[in-house]
């Protein structure tokens, strides 16, 4: 082989392995969110990779996408994530979560909170999840019931009580169910109060006011 062309296949055979990695794909998270879409640095997750050695562009990447506050768009936008072949799918709240699961089986799915997943169907274990979702839980609807309970006993004279919940959540019937069970039980009037938008909230304790309750009750599922 003569010298020049030698030396030519050299430094392309050098420049393969760089050429090789370059084109390989990067590990994806994609992240569904309720509001705007916003730059990964915006994001607490991207802070925190950041901080153990996960840095967008060098060893990982990120699929945004955001509803702008728009419910109905979670499941096209989920569907288009998993199109998107991420190794991982981070959201939060029980709309997402549900937008997410339907979406795939397949792709491990992390939810930041949610009501009760057994609920959603989205596990049938809480200590153990069985299906590709996994995260943090911030109710039970065990506890439901519990926590009018617990307001009746810190207030006794809570003859009537506003129950303020979101209809619009998947789990929410279920809740407001235990909710009213425990209601009759202890003799409790339950003022219902859906609130399906910002603008429901004004509306909401006017009713509080005109209906004259002792207590007010929020359910703390998202």
Do not use: C
């Not at 996408?65 to 768009?73: F, Q």
């Not at 939060?92 to 009501?115: D, G, H, K, Y």
């Amino acid at each position: 082989m003569r010298r020049r062309g030698f030396i030519t296949l050299l430094g392309g055979a050098a420049a393969w392995p760089i050429a090789a990695f370059a084109q390989q794909r990067l590990p994806r998270i994609g992240v569904l969110l309720y509001g705007r879409a916003v730059p990964s640095g915006d994001l607490q997750i991207a802070a925190e990779l950041a901080r153990i050695g996960y840095v967008e562009g060098r060893n990982i990447a990120y699929e945004i996408r955001g509803a702008e506050g728009d419910i109905t768009r979670l499941p096209p936008l989920a569907r288009e994530l998993v199109a998107a072949r991420p190794e991982v799918l981070v959201g939060s709240t029980a709309q997402i979560a549900v937008a997410l699961f339907n979406a795939t089986r397949e792709i491990p799915i992390v939810i930041t909170m949610v009501s009760d997943p057994i609920v959603l169907g989205l596990s049938t274990s809480i200590s153990r999840p069985t299906r590709n979702v996994t995260g943090f839980t911030i109710s039970s609807l065990s506890l439901a019931a519990k926590r009018l309970e617990i307001l009746h006993e810190v207030v006794p004279a809570s003859s009537k009580v506003a129950y303020l919940w979101a209809p619009q959540n998947p789990s929410a019937a279920f809740y407001k169910s235990r909710v009213q069970q425990a209601a009759v039980a202890l003799g409790i009037k339950l003022v219902s109060l859906p609130l399906t938008s910002e603008a429901d909230i004004v509306g909401a304790f006017a009713r509080v006011d005109e209906e004259q309750v002792t207590a007010v009750l929020t359910e703390a599922h998202a």
